[in-house]
């Protein structure tokens, strides 16, 4: 019994490593600015180019995906995405191949 406990413990923080790593996409926006996003369960870590990454937390949404902070948001369904910075910079982007 304690064998299938132990093995339960180990496949459940495999299962939580996994999540907590996310799946990194990039991006290339039309003003030229590379953006690198890592999707994690209920937000999404973003870098623009060299700047710092900012987390962007979930939003509700009817079909593709959206997340947000203050001053940066980003929106978009299968490899597309608008980017959004202090409300009034929008960038469209599509997914780059590596």
Sequence with gaps: ???GISLFVLL???CTTTAQQGITERFRCDAGTVLTVV???DHAMLRAGD???VR???QR???GFSYSSAARSIRGKGRALTYTMDGTARQECTAIDD
Aim: glycine residues 12%; proline residues 6%; aromatic residues 6%.
């Design 1 to 3: 019994m304690k064998a």
């Design 56 to 58: 962007l937390d979930q």
């Design 12 to 14: 459940l923080a495999g």
């Design 51 to 53: 700047e710092q990454p």
């Design 61 to 63: 949404t009817g079909s």
């Design 39 to 41: 999707f994690l369960e």
